[in-house]
């Protein structure tokens, strides 16, 4: 564009339970109930303006942490909300590229959110738009986004999966698993085979594909 826009974007919170693989299950963190969170889409210099919710029906304080943004932990600072309430946050997306965003409420809590599913990108196109490595414009037929998981599912003692009955319920349990820093699963999306089958990536014979990763 010529000018920058403000790029209104609404994000709500869900805490779900999902089922990582048949009879595998744990409580996701979602934003807008999905694994990974939406992929938000500005130019350099476009203002990005939030609406950040948490549901109502969770149980634990959530917040976003922009790593396109700069000031105030990303966000991270001024978003902390309880269930059932709303922020409005406002930035300039002055650094092109992909970048992550996540949940960062401080603390042990930032590794724990972010591992049960709570991340997702932005992406900041160039003012020159996308280029190839020669500095010529980049076209795409299509283009795809990923993302990637590692999970951390305790067992019980006969190395059998536990499933918990609520979203706090599993955390003590969880760091046990993840300080030993070996994931029970690693997945792109939320699930085991989540881009297989009918959702399977696909592309005809030519086509140039993008992937956002």
């Keep these: 564009p010529a000018n920058p826009r403000v790029v209104q974007v609404e994000m709500t919170i869900h805490e779900k339970e999902i089922e990582v693989e048949p009879g595998v299950f744990m409580w996701a963190f979602a934003f807008n109930n999905t694994v990974p969170g939406p992929l938000i889409v500005v130019h ?24 396109a943004s700069t ?7 001024l978003t902390n909300i309880a269930p059932g309430q709303e922020v409005v946050l ?14 960062a409420p401080g603390g042990a809590m930032i ?7 709570m991340n997702g990108a932005m992406l900041v196109i160039p ?12 076209t ?32 003590a349990d969880d760091r046990e698993v993840m300080d030993k820093l070996i994931p029970t699963h690693i997945v ?6 989540a881009y297989t089958g009918e959702n399977a990536l696909t592309a005809k014979v030519g086509e140039t594909v993008m992937l956002y990763h």
């Design 111 to 117: 590794p724990w959110h972010l591992v049960h599913g």
């Design 140 to 171: 795409y037929d299509k283009a795809y986004y990923i993302g990637e998981q590692d999970f951390y599912l305790p067992k019980d003692e006969k190395g059998e999966y536990k499933r918990y009955e609520s979203a706090g319920e599993s955390m």
């Design 71 to 77: 000031g105030a932990l990303g966000g991270g600072e």
């Design 188 to 193: 792109f999306g939320e699930r085991k085979g």
């Design 90 to 103: 406002r930035f300039k997306a002055i650094k092109p590229g992909i970048h992550i965003y996540h949940c």
């Design 44 to 67: 350099e210099g476009d203002y990005v303006e939030l609406t950040l919710k948490n549901d109502s029906k969770n149980q634990l304080i959530h917040n976003i942490d922009f790593h």
């Design 127 to 138: 003012k020159e738009g996308i280029k190839d490595k020669n500095g010529n414009k980049l």
